[in-house]
């Protein structure tokens, strides 16, 4: 076996599977395009699905890539195992419907054993088989230097998602020797494919041959399908520590320069305290996921990937403080993770200036946070043994793991200073939902649809011209498809897909919806109206038709674009790229579009930011892009390579997989994108843009709507005829003298509500002055309990304020039932012996609701005023239980 570094073995498998015929897809970014199942990019055939399910015919059947991916579902078990990551890279070879069994098992021999390859040793690898599959069987055995008995059966071995494309699958083993065996002989688990680990699995081969039928039970009696694919993936991890003899994925170049500087920072050594190794290993596992996460633009937040990198963050953080490291840290390694990953990943190092600031900014908001998580550990502890208990419940011990990034291990810690147990198996339950959700909410992976055959053999030819025309006088139907099957005709009344020979209608991409417009005869005879346009997967223009008239193939008939439509959307569309470069302006760089709608009437547009954006910067926004609208630019576009096209400055849409040739749109100078949709010819017929709204659609992401020409001024008029209602109201005589009426009422309101504010203090210091003569002594222990209806909490706290000041008891409860809405109020002036937070919660059930507050002072609110006698009577009792 060869000595190879990570980055050698990475780029001799792609160079391998290159030399066959395979092209390389360049690793595509963390967050899914266009696929909702997945959260995170989760495996190399992910990014390819597309090719599989057949809405894409790939240029080259053949396929191999290397593939950063994310998985979180065990994330609690990294650090503990040897080979668990978030972040890993998966190596892969595909055959999309091209060559099967009798291909890829030789070449997986031959990568794996040839002197020219990896070159490892034919007597250490075995390969499992699903029993059935005797054919995979004997090609291995085929192999020149395969012994014969390395061979096992394995019934698991068989893909199936439970409908759909499934297939038995062949899994290869590396024996790693008797140093790394960790069962005896005679363990049912010592073999190839056991959990042992000894033999270690570094590669998996799915043959997709079987349609899994909805009701079928039996795989044996699944159909074929027509098209077989080849899956595999093998993960480079666990290759690496193969190639470099190292116990663990963690022991090899991909991760010891990230803990040899975690010990620089800690002072503590790695290979020396099994429990201080698992924070070393997670914290280099979580800095390299969290380090491409940012790179790809997520951003830490509360929900989906934010909360997954937010996670990722805190964990790291927290086994950062177990080994002695107090201060923030992570960011000193991004520069590390660039510099191992830069022979592949070199924007690791280019976007290091963007990703530190965003791990440094969450680093400190954990510090603040970190503090709040030990405060309420300390107060969970003390509620525990105030309350004789010797455990504290697994439900705060999750709270504190899943809000505050609180490993079970620091509460058990803290738990025991203080002489309890935690309940580990409580714990265990609710982290157990936890992952049931995140699982479901996840979705399913599928690696493979069964490809539409209609489209899929849709092999005619078909040419868009609408970059220069918006009618075609003359062209050929080459196809007609009706209810998924390919026919010579179609009749009127019927919704049917054809194919031009050449075509104006733009077909749906990149956010922007498709064109509509007419079929018509020769003689000018309505043949249809064309309803949507899409993108085949043999790349013909694919019309969905409703038709009025008889066509055929061979049928020549005229092609008119919806001129209203399409010069709207052209517009909108000029008015996102507008907008792009205005929040790069105003805003700064490091904002990316993470997505957009271009309609006939609105445009949206999403981006990457922390935080909502000011009136005043979308004031500023509006105003750029009114300048450029005024300044009458023109738009331009040329078509070239893509390297020609960077050096013109152009901006490529984050995300986004461009082809050897790109179209780049250019706004006078005021911007130049990458971009296949149409346009405006030039700014001045925007007329006008005006800005809807901004929102957040999820953690670091926000969303402009906007408008423009006609239904801005729409928008315009709807706003004036708004103000001159309320001018009518307010009865002033022009519009621009509503702010003045409107803040001149205000501050009557504010005049009155303090008056009213006094009054009710007045008349509280005077119920006060009687109530306090009521005082009441249980288990000596001093109370007043008087209900003063029509008073706020503020009102209620100032007669407790008024009750501190006098030292009149020891407690004090108070109730109102302000306009049908009841409220309690308690305070302690013995706090040690008596919470008023827990006071109150016994007593909130009274009148069906619930409160809270400090030990001094709480107050809660419910749905029952009749009920507010009850819960005075009830602080008697209270007492009397202590």
């Known amino acids: 076996m060869k000595k190879l570094d990570s980055a050698q073995i990475r780029r001799m498998f792609l160079d391998f599977f290159q030399s066959k015929g395979h092209k390389i897809e360049p690793s595509q970014s963390l967050i899914p395009k266009d696929d909702p199942s997945l959260l995170w990019i989760n495996s190399g055939v992910a990014t390819l699905k597309k090719y599989f399910d057949g809405s894409v015919v790939p240029e080259n059947p053949r396929i191999t890539n290397a593939q950063k991916s994310i998985r979180t579902n065990d994330i609690e078990n990294v650090g503990h195992t040897a080979r668990h990551h978030t972040f890993f890279e998966m190596l892969g070879n595909f055959s999309v419907g091209d060559y099967f069994k009798k291909e890829v098992i030789p070449w997986a021999w031959e990568l794996l054993t040839s002197p020219d390859w990896f070159a490892i040793e034919p007597e250490k690898l075995y390969i499992t088989y699903y029993p059935r599959d005797t054919e995979t069987k004997a090609l291995w055995e085929a192999q020149p230097g395969f012994l014969p008995n390395h061979t096992v059966a394995e019934e698991s071995n068989f893909w199936d998602i439970g409908e759909g494309p499934s297939g038995p699958d062949t899994e290869i083993f590396f024996d790693r020797g008797p140093k790394f065996q960790d069962l005896p002989d005679d363990d049912p688990e010592m073999y190839p494919g056991g959990e042992n680990e000894r033999y270690l699995e570094i590669w998996n081969i799915v043959f997709s041959q079987f349609n899994h039928l909805p009701g079928m039970t039996d795989n044996s009696q699944y159909p074929e399908l027509p098209h077989k694919n080849i899956d595999t993936g093998m993960g480079l991890e666990r290759v690496v520590s193969i190639f470099e003899n190292a116990p663990t994925n963690f022991e090899t170049d991909l991760f010891l320069p990230i803990i040899h500087k975690v010990e620089s920072l800690s002072g ?72 191992i990953m830069s022979s592949y990943y070199p924007e690791i190092l280019a976007n290091q200036h963007q990703i530190i600031p965003v791990i440094k900014a969450e680093e400190d908001r954990f510090d603040q946070t970190l503090t709040a998580g030990l405060a309420l550990l300390d107060q969970d502890i003390q509620e525990s043994k105030d309350k004789h208990e010797t455990e504290l419940s697994g439900a705060k011990a999750f709270k504190l793991f899943d809000t505050y990034g609180f490993p079970l291990e620091l509460t058990e810690e803290q738990a025991a200073d203080a002489g309890l147990k935690v309940d580990r198996k409580g714990f265990e339950t609710e982290m157990k939902a936890q992952q049931d959700r995140a699982r479901k909410a996840q979705g399913k992976l599928r690696t493979f649809g069964v490809q539409d055959a209609a489209l899929m053999n849709l092999k005619v030819p078909s040419e868009y011209v609408g970059w220069s ?115 790069r302006n105003v805003i700064g760089g490091n904002i990316h ?290």
């Open 593 to 882: 579009q993470a997505g957009s709608l271009v309609e006939t009437d609105y445009l949206r547009f999403d981006f990457t930011h922390q935080g909502a954006v000011s009136q005043e910067i979308l004031d500023q926004i509006e105003d750029q892009v009114n300048q450029q609208i005024a300044l009458a630019l023109p738009i331009t576009w040329i078509e070239t390579d893509i390297e020609s096209a960077k050096k013109l400055g152009a901006v490529a849409v984050f995300g986004e997989k461009y082809g050897e040739k790109v179209r780049v749109v250019s706004i006078g100078d005021y911007n130049k994108e990458f971009d296949g949709g149409t346009h405006a010819s030039n700014t001045s017929e925007l007329g006008l843009f005006k800005i809807v709204s901004e929102s957040g659609t999820g953690a670091g992401t926000r969303r402009i709507e906007a408008v423009t020409g006609q239904a801005a001024f729409r928008l315009f008029k709807q706003h004036e005829d708004e103000l001159k209602k309320t001018a009518a109201i307010l009865e002033t005589q022009k519009i621009t003298d509503v702010p003045e009426k409107v803040a001149g009422l205000i501050q009557e309101l504010k005049d009155s509500k303090k008056a009213l504010e006094a009054l009710s203090a007045k008349a509280a210091n005077q119920a006060a002055e009687k109530l306090f003569d009521s005082s009441q002594t249980v288990n000596g222990i001093s109370y007043v309990a008087a209900q003063i209806d029509g008073q706020t909490a503020d009102g209620l706290r100032l007669i407790v304020d008024d009750w501190r000041a006098k030292q009149v008891s020891d407690l004090i409860i108070l109730a109102s039932n302000n306009a049908g809405s009841p409220i309690l109020v308690a305070a302690s002036r013995i706090p040690k012996q008596i919470k008023a937070g827990d006071l109150i919660k016994n007593l909130a059930v009274k009148i069906q609701g619930g409160g809270g507050g400090r030990p001094d002072l709480a107050q809660a609110g419910g749905k029952n005023p009749a009920g507010i006698k009850d819960a005075l009577s009830a602080v008697k009792q209270y007492l009397q239980n202590l």
């Open 268 to 339: 503590q050594k790695y290979g020396q305290d099994k429990t201080l190794d698992v924070s070393f290993k997670v914290i280099a596992d979580h800095v390299r996921a969290v380090t491409f996460a940012i790179s790809d633009g997520a951003l830490p937040g509360n929900s989906g990937r934010g909360y997954v990198i937010r996670r990722l963050l805190r964990r790291a953080v927290m086994h950062g403080r177990k080994l002695g490291i107090e201060k923030p840290f992570l960011t000193q390694l991004v520069p590390i993770v660039g510099q």
């Open 469 to 583: 025309q918006t009618s075609v006088d003359d062209t050929e139907i080459n196809a007609i498809i009706v209810d998924d099957k390919q026919v010579d005709q179609a009749r009127a009344g019927q919704q049917a897909v054809l194919v031009f020979a050449k075509t104006p209608f733009y077909a749906e991409m990149g956010g922007q919806v498709a064109d509509h417009g007419t079929v018509k005869s020769l003689d000018g005879q309505l043949l249809g109206q064309v309803l949507d346009v899409q993108n085949g997967p043999n790349k013909q223009h694919i019309h969905t038709v409703k038709l009025s008239g008889d066509v055929k193939v061979g049928q020549q008939v005229a092609l008119a674009v919806d001129m209203a439509r399409h010069l709207a959307v052209s517009k909108n569309h000029t008015a996102t790229h507008l907008l792009d470069q205005a929040l």
